[in-house]
């Protein structure tokens, strides 16, 4: 058993808890700038498609 391995992944796994245990702080305080979902597009915020005409680009 490497002991440096065990504790290395155990540290990671801790800063990831204390990661989720921050942003869950955030959610109960109601802080701003936490997007829960993310917004959907309307039609005018998708990009255009360009139209070419047929043999455009040809010459």
Same mark, same amino acid.
């Given at each position: ?9 155990? =540290?990671?796994? !801790?800063?990831l808890?204390?990661?989720? =245990?921050?942003?869950?702080? !955030? ?6 700038? =936490?997007?829960? !979902?993310?917004q ?6 998708k990009?255009r498609?360009?139209? !070419? ?7």
């Open positions: 058993m490497d002991l440096d391995k065990v504790i290395t992944e155990l =540290i990671m796994e !801790r800063d808890i204390d990661e989720a =245990i921050a942003h869950l702080e !955030r959610l109960s305080t109601g802080a701003q700038g =936490i997007s829960i !979902r993310p959907r597009r309307t039609q005018q915020d990009p498609e360009q139209v !070419r005409a047929a043999g455009a680009g040809l010459e």
